[in-house]
């Protein structure tokens, strides 16, 4: 149990549907984040949300909205996405973003997605 | 751009010392070194992190050179379940937040 729960952890979806990712965490944190990881290339930072305000956006296409309605549920809505955003993605909650030594990130297993 | 260089791979002994080298050379004097692991299909865990003192935790010891433009992460005795890819990150220095930008790391296979 890494204490940030991702739901589901894996997904298959067409082109044309719509489709949200869940992450959840009981860590007391108040900064989350959503991180992409292809096949064969880095983590990508997308979003990061600190107090439930999105305080980076790091030029993430449209059809990717994320959603933090407080400050332990993290959502990332997706439509008409492509094949070439079939990814790993990747949850992960700090305490503090802001502070110069940054406190650790615990992420999620991940929602393993598959565009078809 | 990754700010730090890695060897791509490295193979170590069961029960030996994993010693894991990283180059950051352009590292500002008041930024921290981090350390994560990603086992295969898991999300990466945090190891260790460090500004100029060595450190040392549970899982690993930091090592961290006078002149900061590098560091070590030591595994002291790898197992089987050491096998991961392995980060060293620093953050982006023009960021206000946890901007953390991972590069390709290390894959240590430890071998029996």
């Known amino acids: 149990e890494t204490g940030v729960t991702q739901t589901p952890r894996h997904l298959v979806m067409g082109m044309t549907n719509k489709k949200s990712l869940k992450c959840e965490q009981h860590?007391?944190?108040?900064?989350m984040y959503w991180y992409k990881q292809s096949a064969k290339k880095p983590l990508e930072l997308m979003f990061v949300?600190?107090?439930?305000?999105?305080?980076e956006n790091n030029s993430v296409p449209s059809r990717f909205s994320p959603e933090c309605p407080n400050s332990s549920h993290l959502f990332l809505h997706l439509h008409t996405l492509q094949p070439e955003d079939s990814a790993l993605y990747l949850c992960?909650?700090?305490?503090?973003?802001?502070?110069?030594?940054?406190?650790?990130?615990?992420f999620g297993n991940g929602t393993r997605l598959t565009v078809t | 751009d990754a700010k730090t260089t890695q060897p791509p791979s490295m193979d170590c002994a069961e029960g030996r010392a994993a010693n894991l080298p990283c180059n950051h050379s352009?590292?500002?004097?008041?930024?921290?070194v981090y350390w994560y692991r990603q086992i295969h299909s898991q999300g990466p865990q945090y190891i260790i992190h460090?500004?100029?003192n060595n450190e040392t935790n549970e899982m690993a010891s930091l090592i961290i050179t006078e002149d900061r433009k590098s560091s070590t992460l030591i595994l002291p005795h790898a197992t089987l379940r050491d096998t991961a890819v392995y980060y060293c990150?620093?953050?982006?220095?023009?960021?206000?937040?946890?901007?953390?930008?991972f590069g390709q790391g290390t894959t240590l296979q430890v071998k029996p």
């Open positions: 992960a909650s700090s305490q503090d973003p802001w502070s110069r030594e940054l406190s650790p990130l615990h």
């Open positions: 860590l007391g944190h108040n900064a």
């Open positions: 949300y600190s107090l439930e305000e999105r305080v």
């Open positions: 352009t590292i500002s004097g008041n930024e921290y």
């Open positions: 460090g500004l100029k």
């Open positions: 990150i620093v953050r982006v220095p023009t960021s206000n937040t946890g901007k953390l930008i």
